[in-house]
Nanobody, 118 residues
Framework: QVQLLESGGGLVQPGGSLRLSCTASGSFLSITAMGWYRQAPGKQRELVAITSYGSTNYADSVKGRFTISGDKAKKTVYLQMDSLKPEDTAVYYC?????????????WGQGTQVTVSS
């Protein structure tokens, strides 16, 4: 049984910062990727940032403002969000891909709300 527990969302003013964290429970044989996605009202879920085998990728809209970091040993991924804009308002979801008992899988967190507003 895998669960992803997210924390760190909230209300912040434009230009402010938030740090999201996500910790996975479960006996992973391996973790191949950890990432963050977001979904704004009326829009499709989109990739924000992902880290895999030491490399990272970001959505163009967050490059230079957000930083993803992961700790596989702790099964935790972080998203540092700086210079937040109102358009960053969304529910943010953690995603982990890996293997449990040799079976590949992908797991999602329950989501955490980030609201950027004055």
């Amino acid at each position: 049984q895998v669960q992803l527990l997210e924390s760190g969302g909230g209300l912040v003013q434009p230009g402010g910062s938030l740090r999201l964290s996500c910790t996975a429970s479960g006996s992973f044989l391996s973790i191949t990727a950890m990432g963050w996605y977001r979904q704004a009202p009326g829009k499709q879920r989109e990739l924000v940032a992902i880290t895999s085998y030491g490399s990272t990728n970001y959505a163009d809209s967050v490059k230079g403002r957000f930083t993803i970091s992961g700790d596989k040993a702790k099964k935790t991924v972080y998203l540092q969000m700086d210079s937040l804009k109102p358009e960053d308002t969304a529910v943010y979801y953690c995603n982990v891909a890996g293997k449990i008992a040799m079976l590949p899988g992908e797991w999602w967190g329950q989501g955490t709300q980030v609201t950027v507003s004055s």
